[in-house]
């Protein structure tokens, strides 16, 4: 049986709260199993999940776990395409939903059934494709992830019951995740980080998890963000732990001018902070711990933590994860490795993460950038874009950079100034921390921030180097042509 499901006999108080209405760990052990039978008599196998984060949210996805069916995330800001894809990817026949008239249209089939349900004080659609056929998924799928990724299609990452409840029950020790926590989840539980950080951790220690509308922390589609009612949102819940993107915490930030006194553990990832974010953050007293991870290994593989931090590193491997290093230092990851991708068993002892980095000697991880994202320059020096625009962002007057140098004998910079005047200096000052062959030769001012509502940025805070290339390749060009 499911570790999180047992632990909701386990429990009596706390449990799930969206600020108006709360769920005791009784009564959500009752909807699970009520969510189960039903799905379980419906027949369906491959349950698609469409809501915005709430109590209800929390209560089918482990509703679907408890049925021993495939539980298929759908994320709020995938495009229509996108979500068709997954749709017939996935092989989903059951979709639940608040959104029936979206689903309707995007289905656009006749052989429909419909059943009105509700739960946890909120209605919703159980809409069922009989027409969908069953995808080929690897044997002991209980989740299939879709990372949005640079390019293309979304992919399914399937994932064990096994692996997924591992990293959680890792999360819990590393985290010091205990019955007095209240959780505020900020970022969609369509994200697997979320999902397990957010409400397989929480719940597992007996916590409560605040499960508010995003409305209600600032949150509007992908990028758009009320920063005031964020730190609102921390504040009227009194939230003791979160997850945050880098975005969001500098977001977050922006709006103190200390730090939040109920707040124990704060998670940052999805994507390299900087060392001025970091030091900025101890500096308003916040404990921010930042950590690395991937879907293809369920998610989080290393930590920081409150007994063993190192500012700068992504922490230290958790305790199910063992990793090792190739000659060009892509990581290896062991443990809770994925099952396949959609449609493929590609089952792996290590899991070549894509990723560069490195162990120092007391055993906490450094990454260096993106395997793939790495050039070269005209000297043959491999440069990793993602270290020198940590770089360049430690700086306040830089808050975004994307580097570029294929073949060339110096780099360039796009950034989106903080403050256009100082953008000089503070290119001087990163590069004299960089070895020659890494410095910035000239820098160009972007036309508007890498956002993900402009396709330039993932949801998770990553640049998409190949949309933002296009864009400013003639500018880049002309600098190199230009005299010295």
């Not at 984060?53 to 395409?81: E, H, M, R, T, Y």
């Amino acid at each position: 049986m499911s570790e999180v499901i047992a632990a909701l006999s386990r429990h009596v108080s706390g449990a799930l709260s969206d600020g108006e209405r709360s769920i005791a760990y009784p009564e959500l052990a009752g909807i699970v199993a009520d969510i189960g039978r039903q799905l379980r008599a419906s027949g369906a196998r491959t349950v698609g999940i469409a809501l915005d984060n709430s109590p209800l949210w929390a209560a089918l996805d482990l509703g679907v776990l408890s049925a021993g069916l495939i539980c298929v995330p759908l994320p709020g800001f995938f495009s229509p395409s996108q979500l068709a894809h997954v749709i017939h990817d996935a092989g989903i026949d059951t979709i639940m939903t608040d959104r029936k008239d979206f689903f309707l249209g995007l289905l656009d089939h006749a052989d429909l059934r419909i059943l009105e349900r509700e739960h946890c004080g909120r209605k919703y659609a159980e809409i069922h494709c009989r027409k969908n056929v069953q995808a080929q998924v690897p044997a002991g799928t209980a989740k299939i992830t879709y990372t949005s990724g640079t390019t293309g299609q979304p992919k399914g990452v399937c994932l064990g019951c096994d692996a997924i409840e591992r990293v959680a029950k890792s999360l819990l020790q590393a985290s010091g995740a205990n019955a007095d926590d209240r959780y505020l989840s900020v970022l969609p539980l369509s994200t697997l980080l979320e999902n397990i950080g957010g409400v397989y951790v929480p719940l597992l220690a007996g916590a409560t998890c605040h499960l508010p509308p995003p409305e209600k922390v600032g949150l509007q589609g992908a990028a758009k963000l009320d920063a005031v009612r964020m730190a609102n949102a921390f504040r009227q819940f009194r939230a003791t732990s979160a997850i945050l993107t880098p975005q969001l915490l500098q977001a977050l930030m922006a709006q103190m001018e200390a730090g939040l006194p109920d707040l124990r553990f704060l998670a940052v990832g999805g994507a390299p902070v900087s060392m001025r974010l970091l030091e900025r953050a101890a500096e308003l007293g916040l404990p921010v711990f930042e950590g690395y991870g991937l879907s293809e290994c369920a998610s989080v593989v290393s930590l920081n933590t409150a007994g063993s931090h190192r500012m700068g590193s992504a922490g230290k491997p958790l305790p199910h994860v063992s990793l090792k290093f190739a000659g060009d230092g892509e990581i290896f990851v062991k443990g809770a490795v994925m099952l396949g991708y959609c449609g493929a068993d590609n089952r792996e002892d290590y899991w070549p993460s894509g990723d560069t980095g490195y162990l120092d000697e007391d055993g906490f991880l450094y990454l260096t950038g993106r395997k793939k994202n790495m050039f070269i320059t005209s000297f043959g020096r491999n440069v990793a874009p993602e270290w020198v625009e940590k770089e360049l962002t430690r700086h306040g007057a830089i808050m975004q950079a994307a580097v570029f140098g294929e073949g060339k004998p110096w780099n360039t910079a796009v950034v989106v100034p903080r403050d256009p005047a100082c953008v000089g200096e503070a290119v001087r000052e990163a590069n004299r921390d960089l070895p020659d062959y890494a410095r910035i030769g000239k820098w160009l001012v972007a036309d508007e921030p890498f956002l993900p509502e402009n396709g330039q940025m993932t949801a998770n805070g990553r640049l998409k180097r190949d949309a933002i290339w296009p864009l400013y390749r003639e500018k880049i060009d002309a600098l190199y042509e230009e005299k010295s």
